[in-house]
């Protein structure tokens, strides 16, 4: 029984330090962005609100090759983005979604680590 206990807690222990990329959206416009959701290959993640002038960072674990796609209600306008730019579900991505006053989304990533 113990190397079963010992067994689960080792499994557990690699799967919190499996490799993840990190997402930061960004809000610069002037209004709450509603029902957030970023999702790309092999993930999808809910945010939630993300108020006027915030920003929400998240780890993103994609299954192999992947660009970000956003959706997200702002008043009067649902909308749906990418997707664009590109990450790898070996972790080490940084990527940025930056939301504009227009609600317009620019994608950056880079590795941020080799």
Same mark, same amino acid.
């Not at 920003?55 to 992947?66: L, N, V």
């Not at 979604?97 to 990533?109: E, G, L, P, R």
């Given at each position: 029984?113990?190397?079963?206990?010992?067994?689960?807690?080792?499994?557990?222990?690699?799967?919190?330090?499996?490799?993840?990329?990190?997402?930061?959206?960004?809000?610069?416009?002037?209004?709450?962005?509603? @029902? +957030?959701?970023?999702?790309?290959? &092999?993930?999808? *993640?809910?945010? $939630?609100?993300? #108020?006027?002038?915030? %920003?929400?960072?998240?780890?993103?674990?994609?299954?192999?090759?992947?660009?970000?796609?956003?959706?997200?209600?702002?008043?009067?306008? @649902? +909308?749906?983005?990418?997707?664009? &730019?590109?990450? *790898?579900?070996? $972790?080490?991505? #940084?990527?940025?979604? %930056?939301?504009?006053?227009?609600?317009?989304?620019?994608?950056?990533?880079?590795?941020?680590?080799?």
């Amino acid at each position: 029984m113990k190397h079963l206990f010992w067994l689960f807690t080792l499994c557990l222990f690699f799967i919190g330090c499996s490799p993840h990329d990190v997402l930061v959206v960004a809000n610069e416009s002037n209004v709450q962005l509603r @029902d +957030v959701v970023a999702s790309g290959s &092999g993930f999808s *993640e809910r945010l $939630g609100t993300i #108020g006027p002038h915030e %920003t929400r960072r998240i780890a993103i674990r994609p299954r192999g090759e992947s660009g970000l796609e956003l959706r997200f209600k702002a008043p009067e306008k @649902d +909308v749906a983005f990418g997707p664009e &730019g590109y990450f *790898e579900g070996t $972790g080490g991505y #940084g990527v940025t979604a %930056t939301v504009s006053q227009d609600f317009h989304v620019t994608v950056k990533s880079e590795l941020t680590f080799y």
